[in-house]
């Protein structure tokens, strides 16, 4: 008797509707067709100006026709700039520079002529509305002031080097500068300095400049034949770094010095040097893999250090082999070098595989071990230990810290990820263990002091002055740990943290709805919210993108998130008084931004049937003005809705979903319906979805064709993730299929990836489905624990045990879990037609899980089960013309299995090799 048995819904509905053409007194306005998709549009994210007088947002439209448009808040204007991205207001907010694109046609004659796609750049003075564009922009930066703009060129095609024109913009006077063959280029973030570093093709008129603009100067700071790289402006001083090349014929790779200057906005400026071919071990060297980095009191400078390369061996003299020849020795002309074979060792005791080795061999090449160097004493110590451990500085630049996962290796190759701390003074390089397998750590507070970390159910902080342990949450009477997680872990992570606030004051930490504000002393906590009373999940929202702590005497906004309601919005506190609600609506509310100079507020706001906009407020976001509107043609088509529908799994678990209708819905009729599955989707309640061919399972265009569409809920348990969808989605339809609207008959199932999986395994289990759609899908719970995610180069079984597959143990340990969950272990049960698809290149799920099902469907007598492959195609489809494609094979599949469309040949008949071959020869 075989123990993994399917299941069957009774469903309490009992009409079949075979016509499902809406009845033409319901079709007040039409569908929007694949004809009328290229205009929709997608804004992108709004930019304000300092002065919050200007909003700036790209769009990106589905035929690619892109634009820029340029808001006046206070004159009702609006400037549209074709193909325009990357707006960056100056800091005055007089000034406006872009990114302007080419378009779709253009980009691709170049592409079709090998030619370089580069694009330009326009500056818009903001009180007069003149526009000056430039072409062939590689980069672009303003002062610190606003008032110039340094534009950087492309290298020349075919350079080796990155070294290309700069010119620097007077943008009230007009008037330009250029420099040539410019490696780097930064503003000081005081007064209006640039510094500049100068490399040739031959060496010789390298050099470090500095331009004041202003003034008109230009100095030469040093010139050598060596590589200047890395410039650093020390924050809010006139203090430079950089590094100079330093070569040496037994190494492979160039060392190099560290260049400091000071006072370079006086007359006498200072320079220091930090030689690295005396001052750093041989072998080792400096290291341009990692950026340079002042302390904050500017004694101090801190760069990467990398291990060095000796140079390979000379081949032997050639005139010795001549001479040999010539004196009858055979051996010297006879025998050729043995070809070096290019095996690779896999061995069992890589802490990583082959594949994840090659796959991050650039960022493994750019690992550097941190060191400093003391400019005021001239000293220099290493911090850092292991090129693949984190090293950072604490705040003070007092002590550093160091990782060292090195104890759990093992553990941490499957997935279970734990490491040591390392405190380590800066001044004598001394380090102590200050903390033991921990698993999430958060690094030091805002003034150094303090270490913070959670353990078991409680944050941790380790007081480094007073070497002291102390749990912050103990009395706390709440859980920080987020025990809804339904991942397989030792422990629960916390539900986050907000961050420290100024001077050390207090850690700011989520529990499940509210903040909660914890006294590193261990005296005890508050909470600031009370989310909890509503079951409203209250989150900080960071409006200073430059601040490093929470200034407690500034109101803090907070994100709002109705845990069953799916309400969205605002609110408003200060530290130690109640929060004020400001906004909470019925659809998304998303995005507050503040600008850097005032109290003006934009952000944005969605719905199913409401396209994307953008509203600008003050602090209280009251009377909160809309300030675009895009898609204004969506009022000529007709449009769905949505609904947060309530259920509960056949296990009993409360869930909700997204239910998205069709457009002109008619409640006398029974529909056809699409379940989407993933994990949790209801959130997608409030989604609004641009209709596209492109984007192959698309709402919209789902609804348009005539289909209800159901987003379940998922949660997993572990070592059953299969049992768990069924549970779910088998609830989840009953719920929809009991309220009559939905034709039972006529249900389809789809997903990608980890949906994919599910919607494999769930037609092996029940029969409510009448087609399914599989998009690059586990398949074999067994041979898919050992497979590799190709494209990082990850082994699978990290991801299997502790990640989304939620197994928690190998196969061996659990057979009989391993088999139940299994696709394949019940593919001579599936009853659903089935469409699966795969890239053949796909470096996530190997493909060859698909290859396994087609071989197995294929022997269980399954015709209509096909597969459909990609030639090259990754995990997702990035070819125009597949995208494209199989979003119309899913229609045609659904349309045929849902409705009672006349089936494409494809789906009877297959596609074979030589038909295929004449087809792409036309």
Known sequence: MNPFTRSALAFSSGLVVAAWTLPAQAQQKPVATPADYGQWETPGAATLSPDGQWLAYPIRRVNEENELRIRSLTLDTLRVVAYGTNPTFSSDSRWLAYTIGVSPDERERLESEEEPVRNGLGVVDLTTGEETTFDAVASFRFSEDGTYLAMRAYPPEGSEREAADLLVLDLAGGTTFNFGNVSGFVWADVGVLLAVTIETESGPGNA????????????????????????????????????????????????????????????????????????????????????????????????????????????????????????????????????????????????????????????????????????????YQQLGTNLMENTQVLKGDRYATETDGEPHRFSTMFGRRYTDVHLIDRQTGERIKVLDRVRHFYGGSSTGRYLLYFRGEDFWVYDIRNDQHICLSADVETVFANTEYDYPVEQFPPHGIAGWTRDDRAILVYDKYDVWSLAPDGSGGERLTTGADEQIVHRYVRLDRDAETIDPDVPMYLRLSGEWSKQNGFARMRIGEPAERLILEDKGVSGLTKADDAEVFVYGVRDVDDSPDFFVAGPDLADAR??????????????????????????????????????????????????????????????????????????????????????????????????????????????????????????????????????????????????SVAGAPMTNFLSMMGAVHWRPGLPETGHWETGQARMGVPFWEDFEAHVRNSPAAFVHELNTPMLMMFGDDDGTVDWRQGVEFYNYARRAGKSDFVMLVYPGEDHGLRKKENQIDYQRRILQWFGHYLKGEEPASWITDGVSFLERKKALER
């Open 626 to 771: 809309q300030e675009t509107e895009t898609n204004p043609f969506q009022e000529d088509f007709a449009w769905g809705r949505s609904e947060l529908v309530d259920f509960e799994s056949t296990t009993g678990r409360k869930l909700q979903g997204a239910l998205l209708y069709p457009p002109n819905y008619d409640s006398s009729r029974r529909y056809p319906m699409i379940v989407y599955t993933y994990e949790i989707l209801s959130p997608r309640v409030h989604s609004y979805v641009v209709p596209s061919e492109r984007s192959y399972y698309n709402f919209t265009v789902f609804t348009n064709a005539g289909y209800f569409v159901l987003l379940p809920d998922i949660v997993y348990r572990v070592r059953d993730p299969g049992r768990s969808a069924v549970e779910a989605v088998e609830g989840a339809v009953q719920s929809i299929v009991d309220r009559g609207f939905i034709d039972l008959e006529r249900i389809g199932l789809v997903g990608h990836s980890w949906g994919g999986y599910q919607a494999t395994y769930i037609p092996t289990q029940t029969d409510i489905f009448a087609a």
């Open 208 to 379: 470090v400049h500095l331009y004041d603009p202003a003034s008109g100067t230009l100095r030469v700071l040093e010139s050598s034949e060596s590589v200047y790289r890395n410039l650093a402006w020390r924050e809010d001083a006139a203090e430079l770094a950089v590094l100079r090349g330093q070569e040496d014929e037994g190494f492979k790779e160039e060392s190099h010095a560290v260049l400091a200057w000071f006072d370079l906005d006086s007359d006498r400026p200072r320079q220091r040097t930090f030689d690295a071919a005396t001052r750093v071990d041989e072998t080792l060297r400096v290291a341009e893999q990692r950026a340079l980095e002042w302390s904050d009191d500017g004694s101090s400078i801190y760069f990467g250090l990398r291990p060095r390369e000796p140079s390979p061996e000379p081949p032997a003299d050639s005139s010795e082999a001549a001479d040999s020849s010539e004196a009858g020795d055979s051996t010297a002309t006879d025998e050729e070098p043995e070809k070096q074979s290019d095996v690779q060792v896999w061995h069992a005791n890589d802490f990583r595989i082959q594949p994840m080795q090659r796959a991050q061999e650039q960022r493994d090449l750019g690992r550097t071990l941190l060191a400093v160097w003391h400019t005021d004493a001239d000293t």
